[in-house]
């Protein structure tokens, strides 16, 4: 059966559902409450650094399979670029001590018994005890299951969970943090090969699947946002969009991908998370000859993940409320100085951007977590998608884009 689905918020988790159904054959109508799709995980000309920049840096692992299969379905799986081995190159800045580390492919873990490819000052006993992370109850934190302390922990597991959480990983949810661990150092090698969008976001990870959406014959109205859901007998029957209103038929479907906060304002007895974390990404315009690796891990300073790419370095730092308010020209000039110390690159402080995601994520505590909501509601034919919902990640781009493929997964099961 042919279904018309509106899908409502064209963020990756939007866009995830709507390319999964139009490729079923269902009619997609896509509104966007923004000028452009994409949401967090998108690209924009900065003047700054005159320069296309992401709004943050989302890295990708080659485990990520729903990821990898919405960049299959549109067309960009090439653009999603990497080592083509495991390989996290490490830099502590308090100690100037260098490390990579290199996980085997298969799920044995042969690399934490050699001393070359695992932590610094690690001993292969050390990693077994983070098992307990696997088997880790949702209501309880981190610290309940792992001591978070010593090489292994400052060295590994605080800046993957850091990065992974977007909290200060003690108090994190020790369900989500044994998701990740599952789904990462459990996986092997063959699960944690680090990808990049090289060429941007947007060009990778949205525009073509907006290209997509339009040749199945979808339509896409951005400027578009939803003010109100109107319920009755159960189902959603009209949507009105300021001075449009959208009557649906009785066999339409409505998928919300849009933030908590928006789908609780607009289904009132919706639960949700309530709490947020945010994002500090910055960007430096930048020539360099260095071999810098695809992705450096920083210890011991306020640097935490550098990324190169054409004519620019890119630094996040996640759990970032505190440098919410602080100037930015301090800011920028403490990071540059670290990257320096980092990679290398020499010379004055060039152009330079800071962008401040201020609700990031959810903030992903055992009580956070637990108000996450599942992909079905109270309303027949509303379902929900976004990282938000009850994904068994955290908000990551997999979880994101998982999110879509269940939404869509439950209006393909109604055939």
């Given at each position: 059966?042919?279904?018309?689905?509106?899908?409502?918020?064209?963020?990756?988790?939007?866009?995830?559902?709507?390319?999964?159904?139009?490729?079923?054959?269902?009619?997609?109508?896509?509104?966007?409450?923004?000028?452009?799709?994409?949401?967090?995980?998108?690209?924009?000309?900065?003047?700054?650094?005159?320069?296309?920049?992401?709004?943050?840096?989302?890295l990708?692992?080659?485990?990520?399979?729903?990821?990898?299969?919405?960049?299959?379905?549109?067309?960009?799986?090439?653009?999603?670029?990497?080592?083509?081995?495991?390989?996290?190159?490490?830099?502590?800045?308090?100690?100037?001590?260098?490390?990579?580390?290199?996980?085997?492919?298969?799920?044995?873990?042969?690399?934490?018994?050699?001393?070359s490819?695992?932590?610094?000052?690690?001993?292969?006993?050390?990693?077994?005890?983070?098992?307990?992370?696997?088997?880790?109850?949702?209501g309880?934190?981190?610290?309940?299951?792992?001591?978070?302390?010593?090489?292994?922990?400052?060295?590994?597991?605080?800046?993957?969970?850091?990065?992974?959480?977007?909290?200060?990983?003690?108090?994190?949810?020790?369900?989500?943090?044994?998701?990740?661990?599952?789904?990462?150092?459990?996986?092997?090698?063959?699960?944690?090969?680090?990808l990049?969008?090289?060429?941007?976001?947007?060009?990778?990870?949205?525009?073509?699947?907006?290209?997509?959406?339009?040749?199945?014959?979808?339509?896409?109205?951005?400027?578009?946002?939803?003010?109100?859901?109107?319920?009755?007998?159960?189902?959603?029957?009209?949507?009105?969009f300021?001075s449009?209103?959208?009557?649906?038929?009785?066999?339409?479907?409505?998928?919300?991908?849009?933030?908590?906060?928006?789908?609780?304002?607009?289904?009132?007895?919706?639960?949700?998370?309530?709490?947020?974390v945010?994002?500090?990404?910055?960007?430096?315009?930048?020539?360099?000859?260095?071999?810098?690796?695809?992705?450096?891990?920083?210890?011991?300073?306020?640097?935490?993940?550098?990324f190169?790419?054409?004519?620019?370095?890119?630094?996040?730092?996640?759990?970032?409320?505190?440098?919410?308010?602080?100037?930015?020209?301090?800011?920028?000039?403490?990071?540059?100085?670290?990257?320096?110390?980092?990679?290398?690159?020499?010379?004055?402080?060039?152009?330079?951007?800071?962008?401040?995601?201020?609700?990031?994520?959810?903030?992903?505590?055992?009580?956070?977590?637990?108000?996450?909501?599942?992909?079905?509601?109270?309303?027949?034919?509303?379902?929900?998608?976004?990282?938000?919902?009850?994904?068994?990640?955290?908000?990551?781009?997999?979880?994101?884009?998982?999110?879509?493929?269940?939404a869509?997964?439950?209006?393909?099961?109604?055939?």
């Amino acid at each position: 059966m042919q279904r018309t689905v509106h899908v409502i918020g064209a963020g990756v988790s939007g866009l995830a559902a709507s390319v999964r159904l139009a490729n079923a054959g269902h009619r997609i109508h896509l509104h966007e409450a923004t000028p452009q799709a994409g949401g967090r995980c998108r690209s924009y000309y900065d003047q700054a650094t005159d320069l296309v920049i992401d709004n943050g840096n989302h890295l990708l692992l080659s485990g990520n399979r729903h990821a990898l299969a919405y960049a299959r379905a549109i067309g960009t799986e090439a653009g999603l670029q990497g080592p083509s081995k495991a390989e996290f190159a490490f830099v502590d800045l308090a100690t100037q001590k260098r490390w990579t580390l290199r996980i085997n492919r298969g799920p044995i873990p042969f690399w934490i018994f050699r001393g070359s490819q695992r932590v610094p000052d690690t001993r292969p006993s050390d990693y077994l005890k983070l098992m307990p992370l696997l088997r880790a109850k949702r209501g309880e934190r981190v610290d309940q299951y792992i001591a978070c302390k010593g090489p292994l922990y400052q060295r590994l597991v605080q800046p993957l969970m850091l990065a992974a959480l977007n909290i200060d990983p003690p108090i994190g949810s020790a369900g989500l943090a044994g998701a990740i661990v599952r789904e990462t150092l459990l996986a092997g090698g063959g699960a944690c090969r680090p990808l990049i969008a090289r060429d941007g976001l947007s060009a990778v990870l949205v525009e073509p699947a907006i290209d997509l959406l339009k040749r199945k014959g979808a339509t896409v109205s951005f400027d578009h946002e939803l003010h109100k859901i109107t319920v009755a007998g159960g189902r959603v029957s009209t949507l009105t969009f300021g001075s449009d209103t959208i009557s649906l038929g009785g066999d339409d479907i409505v998928i919300m991908a849009v933030p908590a906060r928006q789908a609780a304002t607009l289904v009132p007895e919706l639960k949700t998370p309530t709490q947020f974390v945010s994002i500090l990404n910055a960007h430096f315009r930048v020539e360099t000859s260095l071999a810098i690796p695809p992705i450096l891990g920083v210890v011991g300073g306020l640097v935490e993940w550098i990324f190169p790419f054409p004519h620019r370095l890119s630094v996040t730092i996640s759990a970032a409320d505190r440098l919410m308010n602080a100037p930015r020209d301090d800011l920028a000039r403490k990071i540059w100085q670290e990257i320096c110390a980092a990679t290398g690159v020499q010379g004055e402080l060039p152009p330079w951007q800071i962008v401040r995601e201020r609700r990031a994520t959810f903030a992903a505590t055992p009580e956070q977590d637990a108000l996450r909501p599942g992909t079905e509601t109270s309303v027949k034919n509303l379902l929900l998608a976004g990282d938000w919902t009850d994904t068994g990640l955290p908000s990551t781009i997999e979880g994101s884009i998982r999110s879509g493929d269940k939404a869509a997964d439950h209006v393909l099961k109604l055939g």
